[in-house]
Every structure is written in structure tokens, then in C-alpha cells.
């Protein structure tokens, strides 16, 4: 299994999803597109940098769902963040078809998890807690566990298979049923234990 490709990729649910712009360039994101919310998400980084990737590579910290973020701007393929009061970048670097503030919005949310997060059952809070993944979650509870799988390599976030890495050569394919629901995941051996709770 290799990395992920920078290649863009069609753009159907992102664009029903998110009403895609027309442009991404920054020169293009109004002011009113700065604003406080809450990380959607489990995210990795290095101190200043947290790419759409979210690899798990040495010395990256993840910074948990639902940690109050300040969007306070945009960059060329980048979202200008401050959380925690550090300055940080949330990169742009494998879901480039999607504009920067609709990419901005998918990872600083206007409403906390915290409230959904505290009614699921206890296995499917641990597993988010966790950055880990565990039968029965919806695709929901799956963004917040690990993020967005890019879209470069998913265009589609109603498939059935999802495809994230740990690292450039380490895939893992998220399975769902018909139902919406974590049925399993693929992968080698060494990943699955990072990432997967049975």
C-alpha cells in the first residue's frame, strides 16, 4: 500500500457537501471567514503544522476533538489557526479540490463535540479518545476519532471504504456496512493495533 497521491480528484459529495467556491486561492476568503469554534477532530502536530494527512509520525502530539480553535486566516493551501494560544496551520496538502473556507469549516466547527461525544456509549467514547476505531461507529464518530480521510483518495464520503494512513506506507481501509456502521478495517498487522479497537 502506498502514499497518497497529491492529485486532484472529483469533487461530487464535497461539492453537495460543502457548496464548494469556485476559487481556493486565499486572495479569495473574505474576513467574515475568520471566526472561534472547536476542533472536529482528533488532529496530529508538530508544534505549527497539522496537515489534512493527520500522519502519526514521530514527535506529533494529537490535540484532542473539541479543543477550542481560532480560525485568523489563510495561507496558500493552508488555514491559519491559533489553539491553545500557539500559532498553528492547519495544511491543505491531499484535499485540494475542496476551497479553503469550506476546508476551514470541516476542521474548525462552530458547535462542540464534547455534548454528542458524552451521549455515545462508553466503548465509542474511549475509541475517539483514543484516535482508535472499533465496530459499530457511525462515519461520524469516525471523523472525530481520526479526521477526514483526504479527498484526493475519497471523493466520496458515502462509500462504503475509507482510506487513511498512519504514515506515508502505512494504509488502513476503514469498512462500513449497509447501515453506516464500522463493519472492519484492512491492513497489516503492526497498524491494525495502532488503530484498531475489537
Not at 475542496?98 to 455515545?120: C, H, M, N, W
Not at 462508553?122 to 483514543?130: E, G, H, P, V
Not at 471504504?161 to 494504509?171: K, P, T
Amino acid at each position: 500500500m502506498s502514499r497518497p497521491s497529491n492529485r486532484r480528484a472529483p469533487a461530487r459529495l464535497a461539492a453537495a457537501l460543502l457548496g464548494l467556491a469556485a476559487a481556493t486561492g486565499a486572495s479569495h476568503v473574505a474576513a467574515q471567514d475568520k471566526y472561534d469554534g472547536y476542533l472536529c477532530c482528533n488532529l496530529r502536530s508538530d508544534g505549527s503544522w497539522i496537515s489534512d494527512s493527520n500522519y502519526a509520525e514521530n514527535g506529533k502530539r494529537v490535540i484532542p476533538v473539541g479543543t477550542p480553535t481560532s480560525v485568523t486566516g489563510y495561507g496558500r493551501h493552508r488555514v491559519n489557526v491559533r489553539i491553545d494560544g500557539a500559532r498553528q496551520s492547519i495544511g491543505n496538502d491531499y484535499s485540494r479540490d475542496i476551497a479553503l473556507p469550506d476546508f476551514a469549516r470541516r476542521y474548525v466547527v462552530t458547535e462542540d463535540p464534547a455534548a454528542k461525544i458524552a451521549g455515545y456509549p462508553a466503548k465509542i467514547q474511549d475509541a475517539i479518545k483514543r484516535a482508535k476505531v472499533t465496530p459499530g461507529m457511525t462515519r461520524e464518530q469516525v471523523l472525530m476519532a481520526l479526521g477526514y480521510p483526504i479527498s484526493s483518495e475519497n471523493p466520496d464520503l458515502d462509500a462504503n471504504l475509507w482510506r487513511y494512513w498512519m504514515s506515508s506506507f502505512a494504509e488502513f481501509q476503514v469498512q462500513f456496512d449497509a447501515n453506516g456502521r464500522v463493519s472492519e478495517i484492512t491492513t497489516d498487522p503492526n497498524t491494525r493495533n495502532l488503530v484498531w479497537v475489537p
